[in-house]
């Protein structure tokens, strides 16, 4: 034999002997992965395995019963005491209705935080809504069946508020429950021309298989997804929860009476459809369930999916015809567009909304980020949301095309953008959108696991199904982990940060007397009132500010009785140029979206309780430049506390005022000016 054949047998032989060799490494791996491919399917499949989330959901927000009650909730607790309960001056606040502590006074006015023009007026006059606020702003939402839990909580346990937050979790805890069940539900039961392709015998057990995997892998994320964590931790937030919890019961009763065609199932989804929306306006999200089946899963042509959906709209109509017609909703409030009252400015904000709430959904970065960020990047994030958003669009299209149960979970998710669009974007408003979201992430990861799906996709489908799949991985499981463990080690220190903020530490004592904030850029005094009332303190008689305070501002001494402010920069609301993150800007997006639609005209008028602020000069984008604020007595008048927000030490400090004629500034958050009399410099000589 030649050398020449030789080499060519050697080469042969070496060939033949790798597809042994490599089998032989494989074969082990190929056991493991096959091991706990059917310990996944056996977790998934557990018919234990709803009850075990929920009892999980318990135990991940046991850190939750720490917090407290802060912000909102200690304005509803003022509605739940009788007038007798109440502290002194409360009523003055304009949050607080008149036959308090009534159920019929709780059911109606619990929500309802600026309910009519003399409500309004008394929140201007006192200072919980600034001069500037819109004069037609109304914040009056209708929850009553929410409401009728939280009178529960102060008859049984008013003053427990870990009790109140065992109550939202307990809600919560439902809402996991329910949602593992409805996923199992609609991954392993097939209907005719419905729920899955019609398999093959062989290939039925299978896809039952995969579909159990995906429905436990839905259920676990659902479960562990961050956004979850404040809403439920927060009092106040109960409403949206218990809304979600009705909305998976009137999905699981639709299904019922659409499969069994009982009239029973069709009377319970719609009751189950009205305590959604009587439990929060955010249970209109409740439809996306209703029309994505009627779209995806319905079978049989237009006619019986329109008609299974005509009781959900007699719920609706029916009930916001009272909702509006009882003068509930809110208007002239940019945080929340009623699309009844405003429908354009919905339709105009409804894209760049639903953008943010997918991207922040899908990548599991908090939709919240936009608030610190500059104008510059916050285009820069949407822009980033839009392109992972297009991305997890592509490759999940594979499995839209051939698998319907896929294709009503993306429904559910994008159906559920608009209803959650009426909120400025934030995370705490994404369940809806999250049972959805994770019901198609769910079934994109299972698939893509298996390896003859990734072996049939082209290359270029196949590295961004590996990007999208590891980015997935990694923010949904352990990012939300740590997440949650963030939020869990910083809840016991919520309720004292608040505090803080509301006690105006360095200042004098301000109840019983009228303390006006020169400038502030927190909001902190919309709350003061509440806080102490609280704690047991003496309320202010009022609590103003003049101006916000993200710029620098000259204070003019006009005469004994008149201050004159004047913008730094472009005017009284703007916020300079702080670099791409700064707390700043938070501060002015509260503002904006709950103040800033109001139009100025120079010469305008504003009158409130103790002063008239009056528009001397507006800038180009007309909004006021320099405002006088006359006062109807002499600035230094015993009874008036005159603090300032100080940005080199971030605390409210004494403001001395200026001799008439006299001039001084106050730094904005860049510092102050070198050379110029500051009030930082003149703080500690503040007034009694």
């Given amino acids: 034999m030649t050398p020449g054949a030789l080499a060519c047998l050697s080469t042969q032989t070496k060939h033949a002997s790798r597809p042994l060799l490599t089998w032989d490494r494989l074969a082990p791996m190929n056991n493991k992965a096959a091991k706990l491919s059917a310990l996944a399917r056996r977790f998934s499949g557990h018919a234990g395995l709803p009850l075990a989330l929920a009892l999980a959901a318990i135990v991940l927000m046991l850190?939750?019963?720490?917090?407290?009650?802060?912000?909102?909730?200690?304005?509803?607790?003022?509605?739940?005491?009788?007038?007798?309960?109440?502290?002194?001056?409360?009523?003055?606040?304009?949050?607080?209705?008149?036959?308090?502590?009534?159920?019929?006074?709780?059911?109606?006015?619990?929500?309802?935080?600026?309910?009519?023009?003399?409500?309004?007026?008394?929140?201007?006059?006192?200072?919980?809504?600034?001069?500037?606020?819109?004069?037609?702003?109304?914040?009056?939402?209708?929850?009553?069946?929410?409401?009728?839990?939280?009178?529960?909580?102060?008859?049984?346990?008013?003053?427990?508020?870990?009790?109140?937050?065992?109550?939202?979790?307990?809600?919560?805890?439902?809402?996991?429950?329910?949602?593992?069940?409805?996923?199992?539900?609609?991954?392993?039961?097939?209907?005719?021309?419905?729920?899955?392709?019609?398999?093959?015998?062989?290939?039925?057990?299978?896809?039952?298989?995969?579909?159990?995997?995906?429905?436990?892998?839905?259920?676990?994320?659902?479960?562990?997804?961050?956004?979850?964590?404040?809403?439920?931790?927060?009092?106040?937030?109960?409403?949206?929860?218990?809304?979600?919890?009705?909305?998976?019961?009137?999905?699981?009763?639709?299904?019922?009476?659409?499969?069994?065609?009982?009239?029973?199932?069709?009377?319970?989804?719609?009751?189950?459809?009205?305590?959604?929306?009587?439990?929060?306006?955010?249970?209109?999200?409740?439809?996306?369930?209703?029309?994505?089946?009627?779209?995806?899963?319905?079978?049989?042509?237009?006619?019986?999916?329109?008609?299974?959906?005509?009781?959900?709209?007699?719920?609706?109509?029916?009930?916001?015809?009272?909702?509006?017609?009882?003068?509930?909703?809110?208007?002239?409030?940019?945080?929340?567009?009623?699309?009844?009252?405003?429908?354009?400015?919905?339709?105009?904000?409804?894209?760049?909304?639903?953008?943010?709430?997918?991207?922040?959904?899908?990548?599991?970065?908090?939709?919240?980020?936009?608030?610190?960020?500059?104008?510059?990047?916050?285009?820069?994030?949407?822009?980033?949301?839009?392109?992972?958003?297009?991305?997890?669009?592509?490759?999940?299209?594979?499995?839209?095309?051939?698998?319907?149960?896929?294709?009503?979970?993306?429904?559910?998710?994008?159906?559920?953008?608009?209803?959650?669009?009426?909120?400025?974007?934030?995370?705490?408003?994404?369940?809806?959108?999250?049972?959805?979201?994770?019901?198609?992430?769910?079934?994109?990861?299972?698939?893509?696991?298996?390896?003859?799906?990734?072996?049939?996709?082209?290359?270029?489908?196949?590295?961004?199904?590996?990007?999208?799949?590891?980015?997935?991985v990694l923010a949904h499981i352990p990012g939300a982990l740590a997440a949650r463990a963030a939020l869990a080690w910083a809840s016991p220190f919520i309720p004292k940060m608040a505090e803080l903020a509301c006690a105006f530490e360095g200042a004098p004592e301000i109840g019983e007397r009228d303390v006006v904030v020169v400038n502030d850029p927190t909001l902190i005094p919309a709350y003061v009132a509440f806080d102490r009332a609280y704690r047991g303190q003496p309320l202010p008689r009022t609590i103003r500010t003049l101006v916000p305070g993200w710029t620098g501002v000259e204070v003019k001494r006009a005469d004994a009785s008149t201050l004159i402010l004047k913008a730094k920069s472009a005017d009284l609301f703007d916020c300079p140029a702080l670099g791409p993150i700064h707390i700043c800007y938070v501060c002015k997006a509260c503002n904006d979206l709950g103040f800033g639609l109001r139009t100025w005209k120079t010469g305008d008028r504003v009158a409130c309780k103790g002063f008239v602020a009056e528009v001397l000069e507006l800038s180009l984008r007309g909004a006021p430049r320099s405002v006088a604020f006359h006062f109807d007595r002499p600035l230094e008048t015993e009874g008036i506390v005159w603090l300032f927000f100080d940005w080199r030490r971030l605390v409210h400090s004494p403001f001395v005022l200026p001799r008439v004629g006299d001039t001084i500034e106050i730094a904005g958050p860049r510092g102050r000016r070198p050379g110029s009399r500051s009030a930082v410099g003149a703080a500690g000589r503040g007034h009694d």
């Fill in 63 to 472: 850190p939750a019963l720490k917090i407290g009650l802060l912000g909102d909730d200690l304005v509803q607790r003022l509605t739940q005491l009788t007038p007798a309960e109440l502290p002194a001056r409360i009523m003055d606040t304009g949050f607080v209705p008149a036959e308090s502590g009534k159920l019929g006074t709780v059911l109606g006015n619990l929500f309802a935080f600026s309910y009519g023009e003399e409500a309004a007026a008394r929140a201007r006059d006192y200072g919980i809504a600034p001069w500037w606020a819109p004069e037609a702003l109304r914040i009056a939402l209708w929850r009553p069946f929410t409401a009728f839990t939280h009178w529960l909580d102060y008859r049984l346990f008013p003053n427990t508020p870990a009790l109140m937050h065992a109550h939202n979790i307990a809600w919560y805890a439902a809402a996991v429950f329910l949602a593992a069940m409805l996923y199992r539900k609609i991954a392993t039961s097939p209907w005719g021309g419905g729920l899955q392709e019609r398999p093959s015998e062989s290939s039925a057990p299978l896809k039952m298989q995969s579909g159990v995997c995906v429905a436990g892998l839905a259920a676990c994320l659902f479960l562990l997804d961050k956004n979850f964590y404040f809403p439920v931790a927060y009092v106040a937030n109960r409403g949206f929860i218990i809304s979600l919890v009705f909305g998976l019961l009137c999905l699981h009763a639709h299904v019922r009476w659409r499969t069994a065609k009982s009239s029973a199932w069709m009377w319970l989804s719609a009751l189950c459809l009205l305590l959604s929306l009587l439990a929060n306006e955010g249970g209109a999200s409740t439809l996306a369930f209703l029309v994505a089946y009627a779209l995806v899963l319905e079978a049989g042509g237009w006619r019986p999916r329109l008609t299974s959906l005509l009781p959900a709209a007699a719920v609706v109509l029916g009930w916001r015809t009272v909702y509006a017609g009882s003068g509930f909703g809110v208007r002239h409030f940019l945080l929340y567009i009623d699309p009844g009252y405003a429908p354009f400015l919905f339709l105009k904000n409804l894209v760049p909304r639903a953008n943010a709430l997918l991207g922040g959904q899908l990548t599991g970065l908090p939709p919240e980020v936009a608030f610190v960020l500059n104008a510059r990047w916050q285009t820069v994030l949407a822009v980033c949301f839009a392109l992972f958003n297009l991305l997890c669009a592509t490759v999940f299209l594979p499995i839209l095309r051939r698998d319907p149960v896929t294709r009503f979970w993306a429904a559910v998710m994008l159906l559920a953008l608009v209803p959650a669009a009426t909120v400025y974007p934030l995370s705490k408003n994404l369940g809806f959108v999250a049972v959805g979201a994770f019901g198609v992430i769910a079934s994109f990861l299972v698939r893509f696991a298996a390896p003859q799906e990734r072996a049939a996709m082209r290359g270029p489908l196949r590295a961004m199904s590996w990007c999208v799949a590891v980015w997935l």
